[in-house]
């Protein structure tokens, strides 16, 4: 996935209220309390939800106000085990002094009327064990007895717009990628599942997660080209996506090794999904060729012209075959996921003004109506679920680009027959090497004094990786106006960063730079460079409910698959040559005018890149077994 330019963004989080499955659960623990002061009854409910994973955790709070209505709260909480440290927060201004927590509101969630409700969240460290705290306080209040009636009867009320402008101007530099928030975890499943927790609905129902409880259709294209390569067949089980990248993909595959087409892979999922018994199937389509395809780069240009009626051939040509064959009756107890137009929307935010055929999408409106479109074929048919492309944090990660990209998302979506439940959720890191999360450092991190958005690897971002973003984003969306069962994914697999380069501890340095660069595990030379990049490992592996908030991490791009010609190849793909795959390129404004980082020899985007391969595999994180 590509860059774009320029600064601005800030976190906030209305969690998705998700207990992972997929990873050990601490009990969910709520605790109410009342009393009175001189000026007002106080009476709070504090929901504690956790995700966990061997010295690491992701936790989800919700404040219930049950009393009279408040300008201002102050929650406060003990941990158990004098281990258990808050690494990075949001919705909050939090701060903790032994094992005593205290966060106090921000200025868009500070109020709160009878009834009214708001979310926080964190993600922390602990080692031995992890027991959830009991002991909340609102305003030094315990909520820990038993609540008061108050009038009106309390009822959840969707906090308020999780959204605040930072006072820093962000230089105007772009990055393509990023790293993740604190905390890798290392278990991992060979395909997206989890353990639902009631009997599994009806074969074809749409259900909030498609992950949740389901295995991953295995691509036999793309298993087939693992399966030949020395210790490719540790990974060659895993479920990868299925791209449409043209016309022609839908009956004949898309570029390279890929030979099957739509309806192939269906009816292999169907094949797959009796073999597997119980267990519904998800299979992973991208749906990539809109006119004017990836107007700001060019090694995924693809054959769909503006100029050339190209709006009206996706429609009729492109988006109205692949719904017709997908709401075929025999398709229809699979779960099909469908991830919309990587790198599209984006662009309209960023990239406008710096290329004309940007420009052109935007005047002609063909990116929203093509997204408009191709959601309400999908949405239509029951067991399809629409995940539209929401670029990655060092894209949007800026205030100036962050809540334009909330209201364009609104936008498109209100636009749809089915307006914002035309949309299951949205996905980041497509196709990009963001890391999850970045284990030794947070956006909250000082050294000597010195924000690490000083640095030049952050850059006055306000992410410093993919989780801590997609939760922001789902939650701003939320406050926009979008449901709350939205889900986010992350696409983590080349993002894992492994190997011998991957660093094993914080930097000791007092140079903000300096500390940066030595404790990020994201090795690019910088955050913008998005090409077959030198050092990449595969990520975590596909599992559902990672943490709260979040569907599923997924391999959308299929590893070893290259991202574009490192020299200028002649095809019949309508892809171009993009300097930022060829290694020798000294780089671009959007990436800081660095070296592009990529490696050499790679054939055009789509193809088999066995080198890359294989470096994906030695530096994987967590290591292959």
């Known amino acids: 996935m590509r860059s774009t330019p320029r600064p601005g963004a800030v976190s906030s989080t209305v969690r998705r209220g998700l207990v992972a499955a997929a990873v050990l659960a601490l009990g969910s623990t709520a605790a109410v309390a009342t009393a009175t002061s001189a000026s007002a009854a106080v009476s709070c409910k504090v929901n504690y939800s956790a995700s966990?994973?061997?010295?690491?955790?992701?936790?989800?709070?919700?404040?219930?106000?049950?009393?009279?209505?408040?300008?201002?709260?102050?929650?406060?909480?003990?941990?158990?085990?004098?281990?258990?440290?808050?690494?990075?927060?949001?919705?909050?201004?939090?701060?903790?002094?032994?094992?005593?927590?205290?966060?106090?509101?921000?200025?868009?969630?500070?109020?709160?009327?009878?009834?009214?409700?708001?979310?926080?969240?964190?993600n922390g460290t602990w080692s031995g064990s992890n027991p959830a705290p009991t002991d909340f306080k609102i305003n030094g209040v315990s909520c820990n007895g038993t609540p008061q009636s108050p009038s009106p009867s309390p009822s959840p009320s969707a906090s308020p717009s999780p959204r605040v402008s930072p006072s820093a101007s962000p230089s105007p530099r772009v990055s393509p990628s990023a790293s993740p928030s604190p905390r890798v975890s290392p278990s991992a499943s060979p395909s997206p599942s989890a353990s639902p927790s009631s009997s599994p609905p009806p074969p074809g129902t749409h259900v909030d997660n498609p992950y949740s409880g389901a295995t991953g259709y295995?691509?036999?294209?793309?298993?087939?080209?693992?399966?030949?390569?020395?210790?490719?067949?540790?990974?060659?089980?895993?479920?990868?996506?299925?791209?449409?990248?043209?016309?022609?993909?839908i009956s004949s595959g898309s570029a390279g090794n890929n030979s099957m087409g739509l309806r192939d892979h269906l009816d292999e999922a169907v094949a797959q999904d009796a073999a597997n018994g119980s267990a519904p199937l998800t299979i992973?389509?991208?749906?990539?060729?809109?006119?004017?395809?990836?107007?700001?780069?060019?090694?995924?240009?693809?054959?769909?012209?503006?100029?050339?009626?190209?709006?009206?051939?996706?429609?009729?040509?492109?988006?109205?075959?692949?719904?017709?064959?997908?709401?075929?009756?025999?398709?229809?107890?699979?779960?099909?996921?469908?991830?919309i137009e990587p790198d599209s929307l984006p662009n309209l935010i960023t990239n406008v003004n710096a290329f004309q055929a940007c420009q052109e999408a935007q005047s002609s409106g063909a990116y929203v109506q093509g997204v408009q479109y191709a959601l309400n074929k999908l949405h239509a048919i029951k067991n399809v679920?629409?995940?539209?492309?929401?670029?990655?944090?060092?894209?949007?990660?800026?205030?100036?680009?962050?809540?334009?990209?909330?209201?364009?998302?609104?936008?498109?979506?209100?636009?749809?027959?089915?307006?914002?439940?035309?949309?299951?959720?949205?996905?980041?890191?497509?196709?990009?090497?963001?890391?999850?999360?970045?284990?030794?450092?947070?956006?909250?991190?000082?050294?000597?004094?010195?924000?690490?958005?000083?640095?030049?690897?952050?850059?006055?971002?306000?992410?410093?990786?993919?989780?801590?973003?997609?939760?922001?984003?789902?939650?701003?969306?939320?406050?926009?106006?979008?449901?709350?069962?939205?889900?986010?994914?992350?696409?983590?697999?080349?993002?894992?960063?492994?190997?011998?380069?991957r660093p094993s501890g914080a930097s000791t340095s007092t140079n903000v730079d300096t500390f940066v660069n030595e404790s990020r595990v994201d090795r690019r030379i910088h955050a913008g460079n998005w090409c077959n990049q030198s050092g990449a490992g595969m990520g975590e592996r596909p599992r559902a409910n990672p943490a709260a908030g979040l569907d599923a991490y997924v391999w959308i791009k299929p590893p070893g698959e290259s991202d574009g010609s490192s020299s200028a190849i002649d095809n019949d793909e309508g892809k171009g040559f993009d300097r930022m795959c060829d290694p020798t390129y000294g780089g671009n404004s959007l990436n800081g005018n660095n070296p592009s980082g990529a490696l050499a020899g790679a054939p055009v985007s789509g193809h088999w890149f066995s080198a890359q391969f294989q470096q994906l595999m030695q530096n994987a994180y967590p290591p292959l077994s």
């Open 52 to 122: 966990e994973w061997q010295g690491g955790m992701s936790v989800n709070l919700t404040i219930q106000n049950l009393g009279d209505a408040l300008n201002g709260w102050t929650l406060a909480f003990t941990f158990p085990n004098s281990s258990q440290k808050v690494s990075q927060g949001w919705s909050g201004n939090w701060s903790q002094s032994g094992s005593n927590v205290t966060v106090t509101a921000m200025d868009w969630n500070k109020s709160l009327s009878t009834g009214g409700s708001t979310s926080i969240g964190f």
């Open 284 to 339: 992973q389509v991208v749906i990539y060729d809109l006119p004017n395809r990836d107007c700001s780069a060019l090694a995924s240009n693809g054959e769909l012209k503006i100029a050339q009626n190209g709006l009206a051939r996706y429609k009729s040509e492109y988006i109205d075959v692949i719904a017709g064959i997908m709401a075929d009756s025999k398709y229809s107890n699979l779960r099909i996921v469908t991830v």
């Open 385 to 501: 679920y629409t995940y539209v492309d929401a670029a990655h944090h060092a894209w949007l990660g800026w205030d100036t680009n962050f809540q334009p990209m909330v209201n364009l998302f609104y936008q498109v979506a209100t636009g749809t027959t089915a307006g914002v439940n035309s949309i299951d959720g949205f996905i980041v890191n497509t196709a990009n090497f963001g890391a999850t999360v970045e284990p030794y450092f947070t956006i909250n991190t000082s050294v000597n004094g010195q924000s690490v958005r000083q640095s030049h690897w952050v850059d006055w971002n306000w992410y410093v990786d993919e989780q801590s973003f997609s939760v922001a984003l789902r939650n701003a969306l939320v406050a926009k106006g979008f449901p709350n069962t939205l889900g986010m994914l992350i696409d983590t697999s080349r993002n894992g960063w492994g190997g011998s380069a």
């Open 218 to 249: 295995v691509n036999p294209d793309w298993s087939a080209s693992a399966k030949s390569e020395p210790g490719g067949s540790r990974v060659a089980n895993i479920s990868t996506a299925v791209w449409l990248d043209r016309i022609a993909a």
